[in-house]
């Protein structure tokens, strides 16, 4: 189980991968990647050849609180 603690390394925030977020967040691993690609969540993709993804738990929150709102204020 991913906490507070085991999110920050050092003082520096931790990057999760795709698929540490979708446990967090209770979503699937490939719910977490349309999201990214659709530009619904904030993401750090890797120059690596497989083009990973990475995540601040942080932002990706603030980014979901802000659209929840956005949904119930209409």
Known sequence: MLTKATLK???LKKMLTSSQLAKVLGLTKNTVLKMAKGGQIPCYKLTT????????IDEVRDVLKTE???KVTK
């Open 9 to 11: 390394t050092n003082g």
């Open 49 to 56: 050849t497989r083009g990973d993804f990475r995540f601040d």
């Open 68 to 70: 929840a709102l956005k």
